[in-house]
């Protein structure tokens, strides 16, 4: 039962923070010893022991993750209020790249920017892209159970990290030097619907080293769109509009724009004489499809480190994750253009010219399966080394791939429907303007379309960083940080249309290196030893970076912050700086983003809806986003 009287029952056979088995008090007291683990690195900046100066961080720290009850990264990070909920989710496929979502996974958003203009991260460092066009980064692959605190910068940072830092940056920390274990387990219902998921973290130390790890399982049910009143395109109770279909059953004949609705019986051409015109059959297809698909979703993640001797210290992380979906679609619907030629023809009294019906045929076909996976693993190995003083140096390689696949194999083959509609034996002919379903062979004949995409995203990066104080001055030491980074980034696929007996497929495979050069500098100029009446501190912070990319050229980006803290309690901030976002891997190219002709249903002007035909693919002429970003605060 939907609205109001829709009762929810859940059931917590353990709370979000799970059922501690054996748990430290302190998972940071083993690291006090460890001069190379006392500063760590805060998102935002890339010096250890430096907060982003002139940007505001968000944190949510590991009790809040704890409280917050969310059974997923995702869901976790939708909380916080510079998130946005459009874009990629299980949910949405319309606004801000939801299209390119057939997969439904989990796209972050900062304010509303777009999820492709939020770079997400995880322990400093790039996920590999999502989804079967590469453009968005699903978070859920991480267990939240393996979370020790989630940092947001909602503010320009490509100067730091590079291209898709427009709106921000997400970066998700992982738990570390944890002894013990964790588990938990949580079931919930709502009418027609379930959710169950459990977890398990497994962590232990040793002299001068440490090993975590974690997993996470999520189930839940599809929630169909007919088990909630709610869930419609008939908005007019509502204030809104009605946006039902003119795809229905029985069609709409239109000829010369005109609407002509079939009658529930059919018609044919002796009772032609009963068609009106501009009247409507409307339908809301829209409560045919699943609201909420069926996923299944299995993730792991491990950190580990060993120390070898008092300067050098090597690490490995690595996730995997796997998700698996099925839902119900809309239905299959057509406008195809009747002959003369057919048997059934029925032309509207005084029309002249072609005639079209508008069809749905769902009714004989069935709803349509949509079922798909998403794979995503990423795995990290580096080297951390004392220098000089307080300098370290660390450099990382890592390799991340993801695999994405949807497959519906109900669709109307098109040529196949011309073709019967072509027949001038009445026993074989496609009849659009009867009341009846069609027959067995005909249903056959005509439901052997497919739309299959199959898309593997890849990323390779090396990176190596110094970072360290050159001097002192009165407020405290000016610290640097330098390095570089290598990335590769491919996107292959192949997407098969037309029928199962005459596929027709498309292939792209497309990649790009990018070499990039950074440099980022805090100067402490009123500290401690220097400070004045209402200016206890003032930290300045300049950032740099260069980037050279294989397909589309060079790009520089600098950003500037300052922070002052006028009295213990109450500090002002401001930065400065430029960003931007290189174009995915599939808007550049022209046999990527789901390439071919599509038809849809779109609202007109008056608030009624046609259907229309859209052209899908890649630019190859695509240049960078760019953006000025500043930000003001206390």
Known sequence: MAGASARRRSWLFATACGLSLFTANSALAQAADSQILEEVVVTGSRIRGVEAVGSNIVAIGREEVVSSGATSTADLLKKAPQVLGLGASETATSAQNGAANVTRGVGINL???????????????????????????????????????????????SAIYGSDAVA????????????????????GSADSYDDKSAGLLLGTGWGGGSIMAAVDYNQHGALRGVDREFYSSDLRSRGGSDLRANMCFPGNIVVGGVFYAIPGAGVTPATAGALSPNTRNLCDNFRRQDIIPEQERASFVMSATQDIGDRVRVFAEGYYSNREFALTGQGQTAALTVPASNPFFVRPPGTTGGVTVNYDFTP????????????SYDVVGGVEVKLVGDWRAEAYASRGRSADAVRRRTNINTAAANAALARTDPATTLNLFGGGSLSPALVSELSNGQF????????TVYSAQVDGSLFDLPGGRVRLAAGAEYREESLTGILFAGSSVAPTTTANDVSREVKALYAELFVPIVGDDNALPFVQRLDLSIAGRYEEYSDFGETSNPKVGLTWTIVEGLQARASYGRSFRAPSLGEVDPRSSGFGLYGDTLPDAGGATSFGIGI???????????????????
């Not at 079967?132 to 979370?147: K, S, Y």
């Not at 030097?177 to 588990?183: D, H, I, L, P, R």
């Open 452 to 459: 299959i995409i199959k898309a593997h995203s890849g990323l």
């Open 364 to 375: 004989s076909f069935g709803n349509p399966a949509v079922e798909g996976y998403a794979l």
């Open 111 to 157: 304010r509303g920017v777009g999820s492709n203009a939020t770079l997400l991260l995880w322990n400093g460092r790039r996920f590999p892209s999502a989804g079967t066009q590469g453009q968005f980064t699903d978070p859920a692959v991480i267990p939240t159970l393996a979370l020790e605190r989630v940092e947001v910068v909602a503010d320009g940072a």
């Open 168 to 187: 921000g940056v997400v970066n998700l920390i992982l738990r570390k030097n944890f002894t013990g274990a964790e588990a938990y387990a949580r079931y």
């Open 616 to 634: 899908a693919g890649g630019n190859g002429d695509l240049q960078p986003e760019e953006a000025k970003t500043w930000s003001a605060g206390f």
